[in-house]
Each structure stands twice: as structure tokens, then as C-alpha cells.
């Protein structure tokens, strides 16, 4: 199971004594790293751990479009919330874009960026009026969507609408280069996990796997899935996706595009490789059995937190603790905005989205039976996994470290 976008990336030492930093950011994604950026040059003495190596999580395996066109995200929010906050949202995605695509122009950052066109269609005439539906807000919200009949490979569509300005990169080569801007700024620790912090009048103490800690003043939790901070948050608002992408040899064809049916089906393309992600599932059901069985030439599984909303949790959520998460499966944009919000509300106080992305913002009646419901579908699925004959495959920290462990039917544990 290898990525496609493996670079080489700077290795980092682990933590060996206590340290104070004035903001500890925990995480080393594409999010830990673009905090970095915005902060590099702010008075304040920042450290960032990471449990493993740098951007070798989330960020290593995913299909990296930059793009606000994400599934039927639009009409989901203007379901969840009102329409106004969909349009603040597509602004949102609309400001990461172009936030990114500067800091590419002013660092001169080779990364792949490539324009092109996003496609969002169905294959079932059961879906026609989503796509409708989303096409119907694009189209009020002034973006120039267009319908189509078929993709840009010639593959028929059931309905579908292509948007402008949307982009392609080359997600390692993109936080490679920003790591380089910010070495000599921020203290990197590698294989240094977060256990747990303690909270004192004026600073917190982070105890670490290795048994040191670290005072900071602020601390930013960059992990994407901070479970630990129960019961502020997680997981009770939250379920995480798993999807596997898989990419195969093809010419290079100029568009990315997403279905909104059972079977996910999003493609893009990078140089001879067609990247398609599919198959994806609530990780209630552990099974390692994917049905996808041919050869493909890279192939890797990767998780995302959604949330009941459809929108991220970014912000603070103690005196001086903040969050970015929930990026529902599109956090390249989404971690340009994370790290705007944070730097802003730490340099400044105060963040154009500081209230839109709120992490204690409300959520309805209606999503918290989604939640229970998910929650009752986790508990099924974990006793069926640990109770009956069944494979299962899981991620575990033995001595620190991380292994994948597959245990099969007769309780046979791989490491
Ligand atoms: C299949 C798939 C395809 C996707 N495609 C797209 C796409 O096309 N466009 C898009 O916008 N988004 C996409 N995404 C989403 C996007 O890839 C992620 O949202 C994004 O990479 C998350 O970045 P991150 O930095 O927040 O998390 P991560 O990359 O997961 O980084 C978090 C880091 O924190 C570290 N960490 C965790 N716990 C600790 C701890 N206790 N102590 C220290 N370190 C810790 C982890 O090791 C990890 O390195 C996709 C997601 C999936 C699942």
C-alpha cells in the first residue's frame, strides 16, 4: 500500500529533554505545516510534534484537488444550517484557492499546480434532482456552472454541471516546501506523540510519549482527530470515512470530478496516473476485505472526520486551546482556512470566521439521532468484530510506535 505523492522529506529528531515554546502545535499535516507558514514570523517561539513522520497521515494519501465543488456539500449546509452559511462556506473554499495559489506565486513553489474544471454527476437517474438542486445554488450563488451529458473521457453521465477555477497539486510537494520556509522559524520533534496536557493558571504542560513535557502558552491540536479532548467535542459530534484510492496508468485529461452516488466514484489525474478514489464507507465495519482485487499500481486506504453538519470545527475551544478538524473529506482546502482562522485569532484576536466554523456552534435534533445512530452502528460493528470469527484490521502503539495489525478469523494477530 504505497502513496503516489512520496517525496523526500526532512527527518526530524524526537523530543529527549523538556522544552517551552510559547504555542505548541500537535501534528505534522498539511494543517500543522500551514499554521507554520502563518506563523512563522511572528514574534512568539513555536514548536510542533508529530507522532510519526511529517505528512505521512492523511495528507500522504489524499486525492488533492483544490476545489469548492465537494460532492453536494452546498445544498447539505443549506439543509443543516441556511443558505446564507452555504454561501459563506463556497466563499470560504473559494478564499483557501486563492490563498494557496499565492503562496504558491510568492514562494515559487513547484507543487503541480494545474488549472482545470470540476465535474460533479450521477450515474442514477434516482440522484438527478440533487444534482439539481446543487447546480440550482451554484447558479444563484454567480458561479459560472455548466450541465453536461457526459465527462470529459466520454463517460455518460445521468446529469451532471461542470465549475471553473478549480485546481489539481501535488499535495507532499506543496507542504515540502513550505516546511523548508519555515525550518529555521519552528522546532520540529518526530515519533513524539501527545499523551495528555495539564492546564495551569497561565500556560499548560504537555506530557509526551517519551516522558518529557513541554510548557507552552498555546497549544493547537493539527491532528485531525483529537479524540482526547472528550467531552468537549469528540467524538461526540463526529464519525470518520474511510475511502481507498487507487490509481492506474492513463494519459493525462485536464479535469477532476466526484458522483453523488452510494458508489463514490472521484477521479483526477497526475501526469500518467488516473487517481480514482472509491468504495467509501463509515469506519464502523473493520473488515480488510476492500473488493478491490486488481493490481493496481499504487493503492492506499485513507480516513477523514466528517461531521453532522458538513462543515469543519475550527477555532478555540479552551483559554488559549484551539482546534482544526472535521474537514469531511476536503482538507487541502480546508486546512488553508484552519491555519488563516488560528494564526489570525492568535496574532489578532479575532477571525472572519471566527463564528462560521465555530466548534461549539449548535447542532440540530435531527443530527444528534444521526449520531446516536452511528454511534449504535460502531458499538454493533466493534463487539461483532471482537465476539464472532471475523478478520479485522487495526492501527495500535505498541512502545510508541505505530503498527498496522491484521488479526484474522482464528484471533492470529500480524503485525
Ligand atoms: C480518500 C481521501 C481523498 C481526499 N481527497 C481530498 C481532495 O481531493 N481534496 C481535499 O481538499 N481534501 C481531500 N481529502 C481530505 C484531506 O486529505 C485531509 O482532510 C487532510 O489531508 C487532513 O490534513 P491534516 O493535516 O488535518 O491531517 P493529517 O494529514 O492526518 O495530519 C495530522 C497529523 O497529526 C499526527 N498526530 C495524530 N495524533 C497525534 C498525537 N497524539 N501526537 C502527535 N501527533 C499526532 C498524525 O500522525 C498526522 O501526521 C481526502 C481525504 C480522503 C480520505
Redo the contacts with the bound molecule.
Keep these: 500500500m504505497k502513496s503516489i505523492w512520496n517525496v523526500n522529506v526532512k527527518e526530524y529528531p524526537s523530543l529527549k529533554e523538556d522544552k517551552y515554546f510559547d504555542i505548541l502545535i500537535?501534528?505534522?499535516?498539511?494543517?500543522?505545516i500551514s499554521i507554520c507558514y502563518y506563523l512563522k514570523e511572528c514574534k512568539y517561539k513555536i514548536g510542533l510534534?508529530?507522532?510519526?513522520k511529517l505528512f505521512?497521515?492523511?495528507?500522504l494519501?489524499?486525492?488533492?484537488?483544490l476545489t469548492y465543488l465537494q460532492k453536494d456539500i452546498l445544498s447539505k449546509i443549506s439543509k443543516n444550517r441556511n443558505i446564507d452559511i452555504a454561501l459563506e462556506y463556497l466563499n470560504s473554499q473559494i478564499d483557501a484557492i486563492n490563498n494557496i495559489k499565492n503562496i504558491i506565486k510568492k514562494e515559487k513553489i513547484d507543487c503541480d499546480l494545474d488549472k482545470n474544471d470540476s465535474f460533479l454527476f450521477t450515474l442514477n437517474k434516482k440522484n438527478k434532482n440533487k444534482i439539481s438542486e446543487e447546480y440550482k445554488l451554484y447558479k444563484k450563488f454567480n458561479i459560472n456552472a455548466v450541465k453536461i451529458i457526459k465527462l470529459p473521457d466520454n463517460m455518460k453521465v445521468s446529469s451532471g454541471f461542470k465549475v471553473p477555477d478549480t485546481y489539481v497539486f501535488h499535495p507532499l510537494k506543496y507542504c515540502n516546501s513550505l516546511l523548508k520556509l519555515v525550518d529555521k522559524n519552528i522546532s520540529i520533534y518526530e515519533n513524539t506523540?501527545?499523551i495528555k496536557y495539564i492546564k495551569y493558571s497561565n500556560y499548560y504542560k504537555v506530557i509526551t510519549n517519551n516522558n518529557n513535557y513541554i510548557k507552552c502558552k498555546y497549544l493547537i491540536f493539527?491532528?485531525?482527530y483529537p479524540n482526547f479532548l472528550f467531552p468537549y467535542l469528540f467524538p461526540i459530534k463526529t464519525y470518520i470515512?474511510k475511502?481507498n484510492?487507487i490509481c492506474e496508468k492513463s494519459k493525462n485529461l485536464y479535469f477532476n470530478a466526484i458522483n453523488i452516488d452510494d458508489n463514490l466514484l472521484s477521479i483526477r489525474y497526475y501526469k500518467n496516473y488516473i487517481i480514482k478514489?472509491v468504495n467509501s464507507n463509515k469506519l464502523n465495519v473493520k473488515s480488510v476485505n476492500d473488493n478491490i482485487n486488481k493490481n493496481y499500481i499504487y493503492k492506499f486506504n485513507?480516513?477523514?472526520i466528517i461531521t453532522y453538519d458538513y462543515m469543519p470545527f475550527i477555532g478555540k475551544i479552551d483559554r488559549n486551546i484551539y482546534i482544526?478538524s472535521g474537514?469531511n473529506?476536503?482538507?487541502?482546502?480546508n486546512?488553508n482556512i484552519a491555519a488563516k482562522t488560528i494564526s489570525d485569532l492568535i496574532l489578532f484576536n479575532d477571525s472572519i470566521y471566527k463564528k462560521l466554523f465555530d466548534p461549539y456552534r449548535k447542532i440540530k435534533i435531527i443530527n444528534f439521532l444521526n449520531l446516536c445512530s452511528n454511534m449504535f452502528q460502531s458499538l454493533f460493528s466493534f463487539l461483532s468484530s471482537h465476539l464472532c470469527k471475523r478478520d479485522y484490521a487495526t492501527i495500535k502503539y505498541i512502545n510508541g510506535k505505530k503498527y498496522g495489525i491484521y488479526i484474522d478469523k482464528n484471533k492470529k494477530r500480524l503485525k
Excluded: H, L
Design positions: 500537535i501534528g505534522g499535516g498539511i494543517t500543522g510534534i508529530e507522532q510519526n505521512s497521515s492523511t495528507t494519501n489524499s486525492s488533492a484537488k506523540r501527545f493539527a491532528n485531525s470515512e475511502d484510492v478514489v485513507n480516513y477523514d482544526a474537514y473529506t476536503w482538507g487541502m482546502t486546512s
